[in-house]
């Protein structure tokens, strides 16, 4: 009988054998299953250590590991000035789309436009109508109710969108605050169209409180430290900004410029509030992985959770070190292996670097454009340096050495280059500019995203562009 059911065993296809050898064979499966988890449990211990170990070294070095560690807590909402925002912002949308002609913000914001950045943009701007200008006093009257509170917000002691402390509920998720992000913006575009509006009526310094007022907003924002709240942050105070430009272009300083106006624009060219939407990120990340439903699967965690948030602590810590770091060249040293990165993108990565691959190129690009941000709010300083010599002297100075130390204490260098920003005058005005991402004199061409990001960072002064 033995013989026989060897010979019968023969006779069976290699694929019934294949198929039923677990079954003959199940107690060596279990041995060897009990002994693949222990590995699995091993290595997910010594992740678990290292990632440990790497977050008391992030504390030491003065970088949070958590919310709790930078300082991100629930607001109550009677001290919470995103539901202002949040609550402003939709009915300023509201009380405009009742009056109509919404597209007149954008109209209004092309007419009084420096003429250099209407040659560069080859389009033909049609003065206002007598009655498109009363429908833009139509737009004014109905927001005013609503930027009387926005003025409230600034008695406010934070500004949070989502609940990140304690990561539960739907606004643990960054895309939840997308929306009210998305307010805030145009909320932004709104006080900077209120802002442009009083300087055309005459009246510069109601003008320049707005614009300050916006750039409050903008700083604000770093009460929500995420990368989407930080690009938003970028977004708004580009608003501002741009609203000065218009303002500072067309009208004469006036003799008080709002000492909030300076104050909120040194907040935006401080390093460390950017440094904050990096490691907001970080910790978020981080207490994301951690959650239960995230980390339970051991497989996961061994395999792209606990590694990916190691290697993406590193990727951010570098970063935010770079951000602080004020010599260009030093910066320069730190982004340059970060940046490499970007170009690996759609390449197969491992499932334990994964995560740092699809993250670390979103959180160099944010950092990049901060750096824009930091470079046009250098701009703005100097421009509102040099419109004040202009006002006290009747002229513009020949060289930016001549506003220090009495108009700026010192004189910013450019964030791209480490050497002075460039400035140019004649009689039709001046122009002031930053050489920009590819670090070369583009003559004031301004910044464009085609081509790797070619041109310039431009404040325009008013001078007229080379035929």
């Known amino acids: 009988m033995r013989g026989h059911g060897e010979v019968e065993n023969k006779q069976r296809s290699p694929f019934f054998r294949v198929v039923s ?13 009990v002994c693949l988890l222990a590995v699995y449990a091993a290595i997910d211990q010594l ?7 790497q977050l008391d070294r992030l504390r030491e070095a003065g970088r949070p590991a958590t919310f709790a560690e930078l300082g991100v807590g629930n607001l109550p909402p009677m001290e919470n000035a995103a539901l202002i925002y949040r609550a402003a912002g939709q009915n300023i949308e509201a009380a405009l789309a009742a009056t109509g002609r919404e597209e007149l913000r954008e109209r209004f914001a092309d007419v009084t436009a420096c003429a250099r950045r209407r040659k560069d943009d080859n389009r033909n701007y049609p003065p206002l109508s007598e009655d498109e200008l009363r429908v833009i006093e139509a737009h004014m009257l109905a927001m005013e109710p609503e930027l009387a509170k926005v003025l409230e917000a600034r008695t406010m002691p934070g500004c949070e969108f989502g609940n990140y ?3 539960t509920g739907p606004a643990a998720n960054p895309a939840a605050v997308l929306p009210d992000l998305a307010v805030v913006r145009d909320l932004a ?9 009083e300087a055309e009526q005459g009246n510069t310094e109601e003008a320049l409180k707005w614009v300050a007022v916006n750039m409050r907003l903008a700083n604000d924002l770093k009460g929500d430290p995420l990368l989407i709240t930080g690009l938003v942050h970028a977004a708004a ?20 410029v709002p000492k909030e106006l300076y104050a909120e624009l040194e907040a935006l060219r401080e390093r460390e509030n950017l440094v904050r939407f990096i490691d907001g990120e970080r910790c978020f990340v981080a207490a994301y992985s951690g959650r239960p439903q995230a980390g339970r699967n051991l497989l996961t965690r061994v395999f792209y959770y606990t590694p990916g948030v190691t290697a993406l602590n590193g990727v951010a810590s570098t970063l935010a070190e770079a951000l602080q770091e004020e010599d260009y060249a030093k910066r320069r040293a730190l982004m340059a292996p970060l940046e490499a990165i970007d170009a690996k993108q759609g390449r197969f990565v491992l499932p334990w670097k994964a995560m740092v691959q699809i993250t670390a190129p979103a959180l160099v690009r944010a950092s990049q454009a901060f750096e824009r941000h930091i470079a046009l709010a250098d701009l703005a300083r100097i421009a509102l340096a040099i419109k004040t010599f202009q006002r006290d002297t009747g002229k513009y100075p020949e ?8 108009y700026l204490e010192n004189l910013p260098l450019d964030t791209f280059s480490g050497n002075s920003y460039i400035y140019k005058t004649d009689e039709s005005g001046f122009l002031l500019y930053s050489v920009g991402p590819n670090g070369m004199d583009d003559a004031g061409m301004p910044l464009t995203g085609s081509g790797g990001l070619q041109g310039d960072i431009v404040w325009c002064g008013g001078i007229e562009p080379a035929p």
Do not use: C, D, M, T
């Open 21 to 33: 050898w677990p079954f003959r064979h199940w107690r060596w499966l279990a041995v060897a299953l």
């Open 47 to 53: 992740l678990v250590k290292r990632l440990a170990a």
């Open 237 to 256: 105070a580009s608003i501002a900004l741009n609203s000065l430009e218009r303002i500072l272009h067309g009208h004469e300083l006036p003799s008080a």
């Open 399 to 406: 060289i930016l050495g001549q506003l220090a130390p009495q």
């Open 165 to 167: 402390a304690s990561l």
């Open 189 to 197: 575009r709104n006080i900077a169209y209120k802002a442009v509006w």
